[in-house]
């Protein structure tokens, strides 16, 4: 049980952090955990930025409440397919957060190879399709991408990624959103100026 606290603790203060830089609004986005052979998830309709010991429920593989009367998140098996897809992932955050779902409601990728440092940890943010939100449908199209990447925009919704510890996957999060502000104000001034191939080669040979 006091494996269980501590991670709802450290879910509790990355939620709080995201929601102080605004990486989380309302009562957007889920968080989770592996836990054992379960997933701690937060619950439908929590707020990622004020989250309690209450906000959290611990549900099966097949995205069933293992305690009676709390619901995990609506996008419970959004979270289920990414763990059953990558096992080297334990945490995953699932955020709506302003400039990366600025990207995700225009359906363009962060793919353009513009800022070296996140060549390097990204290569790309593919956009998956766009999907009903809680839907079969969203999970089906976003799932496709897990194998090949730690971080996915979804069109029109948001934005999800994972890490093998809490702290990689929000640092992630982090990256990903000011990439995407940085992508957006180069746009505004009248457009970045691109790695060429042999710069990207580079530094794909750096990781
Ligand atoms: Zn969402």
Do not use: W
């Not at 305690?67 to 995953?92: A, C, Q, W």
Request: charged share 25%; net charge neutral.
């Amino acid at each position: 049980m006091a494996k269980l606290k501590k991670l709802k603790d450290e879910l509790i203060y990355c939620g709080k952090i995201a929601g102080q830089k605004n990486f989380t609004p309302g009562v957007s986005g889920n968080l989770s955990a592996r836990y054992g052979d379960d997933i701690l998830i937060t619950v439908s309709g929590s707020a990622n930025g004020y989250l309690s010991d209450e906000d959290f429920v611990l549900m099966d593989f097949c995205g069933n409440s293992l305690e009676k009367g709390k619901k995990p998140s609506s996008e419970k098996m959004l979270h289920v397919e990414f763990y059953k897809t990558r096992p080297d992932i334990n945490y995953i955050i699932h955020v709506h957060a302003p400039y990366l779902s600025t990207f995700a409601a225009c359906r363009k990728a962060l793919d353009e190879p513009v800022m070296a440092e996140n060549v390097f940890y990204f290569g790309q943010i593919p956009l998956a399709e766009y999907g009903l939100p809680s839907s079969k449908d969203l999970v089906e199209k976003t799932a496709r991408y897990f194998k090949d990447y730690d971080a996915v925009l979804m069109a029109n919704h948001g934005f999800i990624t994972g890490g093998k510890t809490l702290m990689d996957a929000y640092l992630k999060l982090e990256l990903a959103e000011s990439y995407a502000q940085v992508v957006f104000n180069s746009k505004l001034m009248g457009g970045a100026a691109l790695l060429d191939n042999n710069q990207v080669e580079d530094i794909l040979k750096l990781r």
